[in-house]
């Protein structure tokens, strides 16, 4: 076995989500991130950096011979005794050398349900509500880390029928699902999240994931499709789930729009479980009503919308976590370190 495929093997077998291989000016240094942390692993000479990058390269199919400009690619990898492992590969040029990120994706999403990713029933019902609806937006905010393409992919596992067509736009694609045609953005040949959409919506789909909104054209698109008969799941980066709403509005989206189209945000955070190591999510789930909608066509503030949604018995962050620290599910130091209290 060589040391990259070693290092895939021993990463597989401690549940890393990533390997960080960075130059320094003396030796190689190579992490692990295992439950979010990372974890100094290995320690090489230097004379093995040059070997090491080169190897992935060719498992990546990138180019040997550019040293100087970022490299992004993906491989798959057959692991003993263990499901194969596909890897996305980012390389980039550094003042010591090439550092290296390698993100293992697992094509194994356990989560059956809402409530085996750790949410309280009451949020379940809420989110299972909204599914069940022919039009609108699901939108799940939140860090990076936090664990949202695992609850996106759940929700599209739920929603999986022989009566539904499903199609994703995605950047990168992390887990393959069967019976769902999945689209992997490519700006280069001009695939982006927008145009994407544009031509996914002539493909007479029932449900889109477009796994992120990141800019004003994508946004607009989407509540678009929402409105004519599509139900969107997506991803936005911020803070809480109220603030999702005026976040939308500052891409110029009209509120009324948004008022007609978001029927629940999902914010999120990963905890380490007490006991066994693994991760539990932290959920607050806004349910959208009259009273809302009324505070985003007035172009209310995040704050005060927050506050209407706990008088609308949003449970946050803080206090979901909380609920799972008295069920010995996770520690008090974890949950104010995810929720910055």
Do not use: W
């Not at 990898?77 to 050398?97: E, K, Q």
């Not at 992919?153 to 539904?164: A, C, G, I, Q």
């Not at 989206?253 to 693994?278: F, M, W």
């Not at 995040?302 to 609308?312: E, Q, V």
Request: charged letters at 25%; one cysteine or more.
């Amino acid at each position: 076995m060589d040391f990259v495929q070693y290092l895939f093997q021993e990463a597989d077998r401690k549940h890393a989500s990533d390997i960080h291989i960075d130059p320094t000016e003396n030796n190689l240094r190579i992490r692990e991130r295992i439950d979010g942390k990372l974890h100094d692993i290995h320690t090489l000479l230097k004379d093995r950096h040059q070997e090491l990058i080169s190897r992935i390269k060719v498992l990546a199919k990138l180019r040997l011979d550019e040293h100087n400009a970022p490299q992004d690619g993906r491989c798959r990898i057959m692991l003993a005794n263990a499901p194969p492992l596909d890897i996305r590969v980012s390389i980039m040029p550094t003042y010591h050398g090439e550092a290296c990120v390698l993100r293992l994706l697992r094509d194994r999403i356990e989560a059956k349900n809402l409530s085996d990713l750790g949410m309280r029933s009451e949020d379940s019902i809420i989110i299972e509500r909204a599914m069940r609806k022919t039009t609108g937006m699901i939108i799940v905010t939140g860090p990076t880390g936090s664990g949202k393409t695992t609850t996106l992919y759940t929700l599209l596992k739920m929603l999986n029928t022989p009566d539904k067509s499903l199609i994703t736009i995605e950047d990168p694609i992390e887990y393959a699902i069967p019976n769902v045609r999945q689209i992997q953005v490519h700006p280069q040949r001009n695939l982006t999240f927008a145009s994407g959409l544009r031509s996914v919506l002539r493909q007479d789909p029932d449900i889109i994931m477009v796994g992120e909104i990141r800019d004003t054209e994508t946004a607009k698109i989407a509540v678009q499709s929402a409105l004519t008969g599509h139900l969107i799941l997506t991803t936005l980066h911020t803070n809480d789930a109220p603030a999702a709403l005026p976040r939308l509005v500052d891409m110029g989206i009209e509120p009324y729009i948004i008022a007609s189209t978001v029927d629940c945000i999902i914010s999120q955070r990963l905890v380490r479980k007490k006991d066994t190591g693994g991760r539990i999510g932290l959920y607050e789930v806004l349910k959208m009503n009259e009273t809302l909608r009324l505070a985003i066509i007035r172009k209310e503030s995040g704050a005060t919308i927050r506050s209407l949604a706990i008088n609308n018995n949003m449970k946050s962050l803080y206090e979901d976590g909380m609920e799972k620290v008295a069920k010995n599910l996770t520690t008090l130091e974890e949950v104010l370190a995810a929720t910055e209290q």
